[in-house]
């Protein structure tokens, strides 16, 4: 439910009385609501931030602009709902039985798509990135909310990258998950970059390397608690 209808229901729980000409006009509806997103979506992907404005929001999503002010006070807030409907996109996609299958889908998958508006979900998180980047707009809701749900998608894939590491690595690294995904993040933010200024780069080639690159350091750990381990 967006703020502006939650403010609709009175304190029993009850809804209240629709009164005036734009509590008729303006209905608050989560089908409003996904075209709202939706077309913010394709236009922060090829007009950024910065060029994107509620006037054209209203204008891609075939509704009047009454109609975007009453779900998002402003475009800070709807940017902020916008990062968090992409994150929960992300969760379903973004997961893997192995680190090989995390990486190809991180590198190979979102950092590649990142270059393309046509596959706006995951060019989006180039924007993202942005703002982590754009220190003027430090007190900016939308980059406070990217920097929440980064965080919260570092921990996601410390917990899906746990399981396939051997129990002899982590006993003599036990942040290992940890330094795992924060190098992959790093590989991925870098290729995002990449992307979005142009380089050719064969992802898939990328994300094979990358992954074998992880695979040698977990196996340089194996073996290290593995030799620990002989009397």
């Known amino acids: 439910m967006s703020p502006r209808a939650a403010a609709d229901v009175s304190t029993n729980g009850t809804a209240k009385p629709e009164t005036g000409k734009r509590r008729r006009v303006h209905q608050s509806t989560p089908e409003n609501e996904r075209a709202i997103l939706e077309a913010v ?112 998608m570092y921990e996601l894939m410390v917990e899906a990258v746990t399981p396939g590491i051997p129990a002899a690595a982590l006993r003599v690294k036990p942040d290992l998950a940890r330094k795992i995904v924060m190098l992959g993040r790093a590989l991925t933010d870098g290729f995002y970059i990449s992307a979005s200024a142009g380089d050719e780069i064969d992802f898939a080639e990328a994300a094979e390397l990358s992954a074998l690159a992880m695979e040698k350091l977990v196996q340089h750990y194996a073996e290290l608690g593995a030799a620990a381990d002989q009397p």
């Open 41 to 152: 979506l394709q236009l922060a992907v090829t007009e950024g931030y910065e060029g994107t404005t509620m006037a054209e929001v209203a204008r891609v999503a075939h509704l009047p602009i009454g109609s975007v002010y009453w779900h998002f006070e402003n475009k800070e807030g709807l940017f902020a709902a916008l990062i968090d409907y992409c994150f929960e996109n992300w969760k379903t996609r973004h997961r893997g039985p192995e680190n090989r299958a995390i990486l190809r889908t991180s590198i190979a998958g979102s950092a590649a798509n990142s270059a393309d508006p046509a596959n706006a979900q995951e060019a989006f998180w180039i924007i993202g990135l942005l703002f982590a980047l754009e220190k003027r707009l430090a007190g900016n809701a939308a980059r406070q909310k990217y920097l929440e749900v980064r965080d919260e």
